[in-house]
């Protein structure tokens, strides 16, 4: 098979994958009100579940296991994990039945099946410069997934019930494991990679230790640590806070269908500016716009409209983060440990995810308002915008690392 039609293969079941897995997930919001009801337990409890969700499935040992075993293998066994727990979690009758397999049995069934292994797969195969054209390619499969899959879920939930819902969902997810047959076997890299000709015994290890001490690197940690903060919490918790104000229930759906259908353009233009423009400029601008975005969300009277305007002007800032942020990655570190230090910054992501949708559910228990927490993102917002603005995008170099020799040796 040729190299351009392998990389379109993997371009496009990958992007099926992410349709499928994180469609699923992003649609998790839905199921607050009818679970915590049927269960008879407070938005705390569902919200850690979905907190130990998002960062179960960020475990950076994901990343090792695909650079291990290969892509195809791991995510095959994830769409089992993950329709498997879904089921198990349509089953259950108390919080630790939510804390285990909708927090962790799921969690463990996207971790292995969806963006950890799915950009990595993808990072290999794509020309360095459409790379991140091709990041975007797979985000906007995110957002097609969540226009899709958030509708059918309320559709489930309403015809179904909670439990029911579940139960179809994790039948429809196990065709990620047929969609992962046309992943990589194996990790390869390219061999005009600038890190492999300058060092072609560059180990893992030495790529994480430059990591780990590289300023760049660690300020894109902070920065995709406030988009997860950002996405989850808003995903999350947005119908049960539209609800709450007294937007109806198919205006909250909608609003969160917005923000899959807008984030497919969002995604495809700064996927495509971060090929030709400096990535962490784009960033910087992305989390501004999103703290102004928020701010007059909060000033403006709410309503079903301005609801569904939320959706969409948030959702054309949701993931266009994920691109340049592993496109960045990619550029300073190259390809050949990609999915691994992708798997790392992810987790980040997912940190900060826990935080917002734990957070969310505290803060409305104790006060019964959202207040906080969005005074919380706009705050952080701000400080994303600024973290980015020093980050080199110049391509690391082990060799000045390395100790150098004494004079006269």
């Not at 997934?145 to 019930?161: A, H, N, R, V």
């Not at 990589?184 to 072609?200: A, L, V």
Request: net charge neutral; aromatic share 12%.
């Amino acid at each position: 098979m040729s190299q351009k039609y392998r990389f379109l293969l993997v371009l496009g079941c990958s992007s099926l994958m992410i349709l499928l897995s994180m469609g699923m997930r992003q649609g998790m919001g839905l199921f607050l009100e009818p679970i915590t009801s049927a269960l008879g337990v407070d938005r705390e409890t569902f919200s850690l579940a979905i907190a130990w969700q998002n960062l179960i499935l960020a475990l950076p040992l994901f990343g090792v296991l695909a650079d291990v075993m290969g892509f195809r293998r791991v995510a095959l066994l994830g769409g089992v994990v993950y329709g498997g727990g879904l089921w198990l979690a349509s089953q259950s009758e108390t919080a630790w039945g939510l804390y285990i397999n909708l927090g962790g049995i799921v969690g463990v069934g996207i971790g292995l099946s969806g963006m950890i292994v799915v950009m990595g797969a993808v990072g290999q195969v794509a020309p360095p410069e459409r790379r991140s054209t091709a990041f975007g390619i797979v985000t906007v499969a995110f957002s097609i997934g969540m226009f899709t899959m958030i509708p059918l879920l309320q559709f489930w939930i309403e015809k179904y019930g909670w439990s029911g819902a579940l139960e179809v969902a994790g039948g429809v997810v196990l065709a990620i494991s047929l969609l992962a047959l046309g992943l990589p076997d194996k990790t390869s890299y390219e061999k005009n990679n600038s890190q492999s000709k300058s060092d072609p015994e560059l180990s893992l290890g030495k790529t994480l230790n430059g990591a780990r001490t590289h300023s760049g690197y660690l300020l894109l940690n902070l920065g995709f640590f406030v988009c997860g903060f950002h996405v989850a919490f808003i995903g999350t918790h947005l119908p049960a806070f539209l609800q709450g104000e007294g937007v109806s229930a198919s205006a909250a759906s909608w609003a969160l269908a917005m923000i899959g259908l807008f984030n497919i353009f969002g995604s495809l233009v700064f996927g495509r500016l971060g090929d030709s423009l400096s990535k962490k400029s784009l960033l910087s601008l992305l989390y501004a716009l999103r703290t102004v975005v928020i701010s007059l969300f909060l000033a403006i009277p709410l309503s079903d409209l301005t609801a569904i305007a939320f959706g969409a002007a948030i959702g054309f800032l949701w993931l266009a983060t994920v691109p340049l942020t592993s496109g960045i990655v990619a550029q300073v570190f190259g390809t050949r440990y990609l999915t691994t230090l992708w798997a790392i910054v992810f987790f980040s992501h997912q940190l900060g995810a826990f935080l917002g949708v734990w957070l969310g559910g505290r803060v409305y228990d104790s006060t019964g308002s959202y207040t906080t927490v969005w005074l919380a993102a706009i705050a952080l917002g701000l400080i994303a915008a600024v973290v980015h603005l020093p980050i080199r995008e110049q391509p690391w170099q082990p060799s000045l690392t390395a100790p150098q020799p004494a004079a006269g040796d």
